[in-house]
């Protein structure tokens, strides 16, 4: 499994359940990864996306206390019922959307984190965890510098040395 996240300087990633910024780069680059693939999210990130509804062309995995009926949701509501849902797929398709708490709960399980860091400090009230402070991450590619609007960013990917299987 992959986290796919854009962070700020801080490592914020929203403020009232929406984006920091949409930088249509990073916006081309989550479509083309998780088209055709497994998304797992939250139920805040479910109630985030156009409409409340779940992304077209994926399978939409989210974890949530409720009960939602939406035949395009696997709903699964607990961290182990998760990881049971998201081992019947080839983890290199399944990436984990967030939020906050989502990324939290399953960090020790991601094996890479696909990062757009962006070199700008937002209003964030949610945050992904510091990846460059923990000893296990380590960036294994960089892109090069872009730029929109003014505002620098990268696409990085770190991988977990001591991810869980």
């Given amino acids: 499994m992959k986290d796919l996240v854009a962070v700020d300087k ?7 359940n929406d984006l920091l910024i949409r930088i249509p ?3 081309k680059f989550f479509k083309e990864e998780t088209t055709g693939n497994i998304v797992f999210m939250g139920k805040n990130t479910l109630d ?3 409409g409340g509804r779940p992304l077209k062309n994926r399978l939409n995995i989210v974890l949530t206390s409720k009960d939602i009926k939406d035949e395009n949701i696997v709903v699964v509501h607990s961290v182990q019922e998760a990881l049971k849902e998201i081992g019947k797929y080839n983890p290199d398709r399944v990436y ?4 906050a708490q989502i990324f939290r709960e399953m ?6 984190s696909l990062i757009t ?4 400090e937002f209003d964030a009230d949610v945050y992904y965890p510091n990846l460059d402070k ?3 991450w380590e960036v294994i590619e960089e892109s090069e510098e872009r730029e929109y609007e003014g505002i620098k960013y990268k696409f ?8 869980k299987r």
């Fill in 25 to 27: 780069e990073d916006v």
């Fill in 107 to 112: 960090l020790d399980y991601v094996e890479y």
């Fill in 156 to 163: 990085l990917i770190y991988r977990n040395k001591n991810f």
């Fill in 10 to 16: 801080n490592w914020g990633i929203g403020k009232n």
């Fill in 96 to 99: 984990n959307i967030g939020g």
């Fill in 134 to 136: 923990l000893d296990n």
């Fill in 48 to 50: 985030s996306l156009p």
């Fill in 117 to 120: 860091k962006i070199e700008a």
